[in-house]
T-cell receptor
């Protein structure tokens, strides 16, 4: 069983719409959660981090965390074609390991 | 402030050849990491260095060695390259092992 799961997509949304990206994780003790954006042929770029239950907003991005249900989501408001990329969810557990577990990513396509 | 830099950007090796991938960061981060990214597999941790003078194995260390040369530099060595090591390699760094990781531009390695 994969430790961090994401729908591979592609998730296709029209320009201006809200894109909703979801991620579930298996380690109930996980404490830190990150969203990275990766354009084709480029490296992952950190866009959001969240550590406690609830919502965290940064510009057009909102990260939502629900530890009881073991999921974290990323909402992108007013989606733009430039948001088209693969979004990686990463989770860090509370054990002594320094390992950050990445999901395989969801590909987002924003149609003009 | 260049962030995380990696050399080379591209490399083609023959089976059995050796090479060293170089990584440097100028953010005064304590922790550094090497990942590989393969289609459908996501990012997998090869080795990490929580602080200068320490290195530890990650998820897929076989066939690799690392050296934390100083606080800035963390190199990855392939002693005898195999076609299974064809991948994109990313170096990352973080303030400490508990913080967000920032990625370099990557090295695209092909082993024939």
């Amino acid at each position: 069983q994969k430790e961090v799961e994401q729908n591979s997509g592609p998730l296709s949304v029209p320009e201006g719409a809200i894109a909703s990206l979801n991620c579930t994780y298996s380690d109930r003790g996980s404490q830190s959660f990150f969203w990275y954006r990766q354009y084709s042929g480029k490296s992952p770029e950190l866009i959001m981090s969240i550590y406690s239950n609830g919502d965290k907003e940064d510009g057009r991005f909102t990260a939502q965390l629900n530890k009881a249900s073991q999921y974290v989501s990323l909402l992108i408001r007013d989606s733009q074609p430039s948001d088209s990329a693969t979004y990686l969810c990463a989770v860090k557990g509370m054990d002594s390991s320094y390992k950050l577990i990445f999901g395989s990513g969801t590909r987002l396509l924003v149609r003009p | 402030n260049a962030g995380v830099t990696q050399t080379p950007k591209f490399q083609v090796l023959k089976t059995g050849q050796s090479m060293t991938l170089q990584c440097a960061q100028d953010m005064n981060h304590n922790s550094m990491y090497w990942y590989r990214q393969d289609p459908g597999m996501g990012l997998r941790l090869i080795y990490y260095s929580a602080s200068e003078g320490t290195t530890d194995k990650g998820e897929v260390p076989n066939g690799y060695n690392v050296s934390r040369l100083n606080k800035r530099e963390f190199s990855l060595r392939l002693e005898s390259a195999a076609p299974s090591q064809t991948s994109v390699y990313f170096c990352a760094s973080s303030v400490t092992a508990y913080n967000e990781q920032f990625f370099g531009p990557g090295t695209r390695l092909t082993v024939l």
